[in-house]
């Protein structure tokens, strides 16, 4: 256990000096802050301990917003060092570093907590349910990803980051090519945030399977719950491999295994192996509840129904199949021969045929429907052919033959980010314009939604159209430099500048958010979009208990048949009962900063101290086994009161207004 | 599905007690040992299988067969996955062969 004090702390960087410096003044300013305006408790009450699945939705938002801060600024120091040649703003371990972090953050800290928690806040709403199956077990996977995104993002300071790339390959992220401590924090953050995980997908499939409401059947379920169910099902399928695979890396780093080092009759090819056994599986995870999210939003905004659900549904489920069958197409180059190629190959063209049926399927929903251009149809709209280009170069990908010649090029940079950013980042933003009245009881300013649109589309693709160019001109990937005589310079100048037009949309809508919350109109009614499904139904924010009275399901967009039937929205006295619900509980939360100690000492390779840390994690579960406070009741009265400040009063319709 | 008891859960112990055992059982074949490799391979191959079913049932409620179907579909998606991860990853990583 000797450890070398000057390495705790990165020192004589001014860059991480500046990091450092404005993290310690923020801490001090939020602690500060908190005190004078007496928050601590509100805090714990309302937030720290809650099981409620809208708070802890927002709360996986907010903390996707910032983690998506952090993994663009990574990304626009890469933009930033590459935008001339031989640039010397970063150096090449730092660039190192840099690329790692932006790929882990992006997909595992913000795309998954920003798409977790938007399924958290709607998919209970959306299916009539009260909470998810199981309330507290949800509060411990947010503060298990919690733990283990703020573990993974303090390394950067402490110890240093990570630099053998997002996928970490062996034999260089192994003891022996890379003996710092750096991706000691891969191994252990990931891990304690994929536990969260594992119990997300966990927990909505039961809740999915188990809490709709009456009538509502799998058949009338609406495409998001759909589409995150079939996620769900991949992410208990793909996420234990990843598990094995990260605690057989925790062993080989601090443990002195063998399973993936070169020496000691390890097989390091075995971890790309398993990694993207995992990987590519996750791709599908985080792309297919945005699917989702666009077909609600597509339906909604186009005023018809969604154009060939069953075939919707049915090329979900291709997908999720495919998508366990295809991991071999990110190492064709390993050279494992033409019959796995081969079989690799193909495979992984056939996704293209449920996806394409998915996108006719979108088109058709949008013909002949009276298209209305929110902005969060806006960005349905751009999806499409921006995601189009992703897929087309990704079957040019697919071709085994081909992909040694674009293997490890920008073409692959340029071509998942065409999947990533539309398939994912466009959906997490036409999600959060549509649904943002249902969390917040206030839309976001659709004029500056606009401008942020715009920005962020075309300094999207300013940004990532000259890389599929660059690559095919033979820029490799993760190359912090190049040289003037490469020819490079103009697409890359180019390119950055794009990044900076991507970041200005980005500023836009952060400066959205804090517009709206304070002078966006709050006299809108539960349903200012006209929309299809049950979410809408109930009060915007929604009550803490969801539904007064949960809806009867008789069709497909059952809330659009409840508004065309007029039957259901009304609610009389005597319907109301008691509600039954969970209690708050810390536990959650405790086990999130446990975990945390826990993996930080692992990090440092103090097995002794983190043994004993761990006795907490046990201590935890204990505690939780003897628990056994079964929740409380809410009045009828206090339900009332509540129904009564939205609805009015004759009982039929609503107010034009929200508490 | 029994009744909420508070009582001493026998089976979940007694399941854990005996993955323990099977666990370093394996661990002391492979480490302890000096059988022939094959030898090794076979035996904690086995372990690992008893232990699959072990837990399945202890844990699982395997035999809780309140929802048939439901356990059918778990059962073979967790087959297929394991099939695809264990089958695929020799296939691959033997190159075909
Ligand atoms: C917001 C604007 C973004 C910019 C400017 C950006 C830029 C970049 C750049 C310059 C690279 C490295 C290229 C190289 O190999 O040298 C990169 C890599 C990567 N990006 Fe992004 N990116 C952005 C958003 C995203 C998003 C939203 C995701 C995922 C959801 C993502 C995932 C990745 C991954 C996985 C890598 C590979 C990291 C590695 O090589 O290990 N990026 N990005
Ligand atoms: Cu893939």
């Known amino acids: 256990m000797d450890i070398n004090w000057h390495d705790l702390f990165i020192v004589g960087n001014p860059l991480i000096l500046g990091s450092q410096i404005a993290i310690l003044l923020s801490v001090i300013g939020i602690v500060a802050l908190l005190t004078y305006l007496k928050r601590w408790k509100w805090l714990w009450r309302e937030w720290l301990t809650t099981v ?50 932006h790929g882990v953050i992006m997909i595992l800290f913000a795309a998954m907590p920003l798409l977790i928690g938007i399924m958290n806040y709607v998919i209970p709403l959306q299916i009539g349910a009260r909470d998810v199956a199981f309330p507290q077990l949800n509060a411990l996977s947010f503060w298990l990803f919690f733990s283990g995104a703020m573990l993974f993002n303090i390394s950067f300071v402490i110890g240093g980051s990570p630099d053998a790339g997002w ?202 429907g009276r298209i209305e251009f929110s902005t969060a149809m806006l960005w349905a709209l751009a999806f499409i052919p921006c995601f189009l280009i992703g897929g087309i170069t990704g079957v040019m990908l697919a071709m085994s033959a081909a992909d040694y010649q674009y293997h490890n090029t920008l073409f692959l940079v340029a071509h998942f980010h065409y999947t990533l950013i539309p398939g994912v980042v466009f959906a997490v933003f036409a999600g959060l314009y549509y649904w943002w009245p249902k969390m917040f009881g206030h839309m976001l300013n659709e004029k500056l939604g606009k401008i942020h649109f715009w920005l962020f589309t075309i300094g999207f693709n300013v940004t990532f159209m000259p890389m599929f160019f660059l690559g095919l001109d033979g820029a490799v990937r993760r190359s912090y430099t ?105 536990l959650p939360f405790y086990m999130g900063i446990i975990f945390g100690i826990t993996g930080f000492l692992l990090v440092f390779e103090w097995k002794l101290a983190a043994l004993v840390a761990a006795v907490g994690i046990i201590i935890g579960l204990i505690i939780r086994s003897f628990d056994y406070n079964d929740g409380f009741h809410v009045t009828v009265d206090e339900i009332k009161e509540t129904e009564k400040s939205w609805r009015s009063s004759d009982g039929k319709g609503v107010k034009n207004h929200v508490g | 599905m029994e009744k909420h008891k508070n009582g001493f859960p026998v089976t979940h112990v007694l399941g854990f007690i005996m993955s323990l055992v099977l666990t370093f059982g394996a661990l002391g074949v492979a480490l302890k040992t000096s059988l022939p490799f094959t030898t090794i391979i076979w035996i904690i191959g086995s372990l690992a299988i008893i232990q699959a079913a072990l837990q399945l049932y202890m844990f699982m409620h395997m035999n809780e067969g309140e929802d048939g179907t439901a356990n059918t579909i778990n059962v073979i998606s967790g087959f297929l996955v394991a099939v695809v991860a264990v089958a695929g990853s020799i296939w691959v990583m033997s190159f075909g062969m």
Not at chain 1, 62 to 77: K, T
Not at chain 1, 261 to 281: E, I
């Open chain 1, 482 to 586: 190049y040289s003037a005589e490469s020819g490079f310079a103009p697409l890359f100048l180019v390119s950055a500048i794009g990044a900076v037009i991507l970041a200005l949309g980005f500023a836009t809508f952060c400066y959205n958010i804090y517009w709206s919350a304070r002078y966006a109109d709050r006299n809108i009614s539960n349903d200012p979009w006209n929309a299809r499904t049950l979410e809408w139904a109930t009060a915007s924010p929604a009550p803490f208990y969801n539904f007064a009275k949960v809806p009867e399901v008789k069709t497909l967009d059952a809330f659009w048949y409840m508004k065309k039937h007029n039957e259901g929205l009304t609610l009389s006295d005597d319907e109301i009962k008691e509600i039954h619900m969970p209690s708050n509980s810390g």
């Open chain 1, 52 to 101: 409620d699945h809208k708070k802890i939705g927002i709360m996986y938002i907010l903390a996707g917003v910032l983690m998506f801060f952090r993994g663009g600024v990574d990304g626009l120091m890469m933009k930033a060092q590459t935008s001339r040649p031989e640039m010397n703003f970063l150096d090449a371990q730092h660039y190192n570093e840099v690329f790692t972090t």
């Open chain 1, 167 to 368: 996928a970490a390959y062996f034999p260089l992220a192994g003891k022996e090519f890379t003996p710092g401590i750096g991706n000691n924090y891969y191994a252990v953050a990931i891990q304690i945030a994929g536990i969260g995980t594992l119990i997300s997908g966990i927990n909505f499939i039961v809740t999915i399977l188990k809490m709709r409401a009456k009538g509502m059947t799998l058949m009338k379920m609406p495409m998001f719950t759909w589409t995150s169910f079939i996620a769900s099902v991949i992410i208990v399928s793909a996420f234990p491999i990843f598990t094995v695979a990260l605690a057989l890396m925790t062993l080989d780093r601090i443990f002195g295994t063998h399973f993936f080092t070169l020496s000691g009759g390890g097989m390091d090819m075995m971890w790309v192996n398993l990694f993207w056994l995992w990987g590519h599986p996750e791709v599908y995870i985080v792309v297919l509840p945005a699917f989702g999210m666009f077909s609600e939003v597509i339906a909604t905004f186009s005023r018809k129904m969604l154009f060939g659900y069953k075939s919707m549904v049915f090329s979900v489920v291709g997908i999720a199949l495919l998508s366990m069958l295809v991991w071999v197409h990110h190492f064709f180059t390993m050279g494992a021969g033409p019959a796995v190629n081969s079989v690799f190959s193909i495979t992984t063209m056939m996704i293209a045929i449920p996806t394409g049926v998915k996108m006719f399927n979108w088109l058709f929903t949008m013909r002949k």
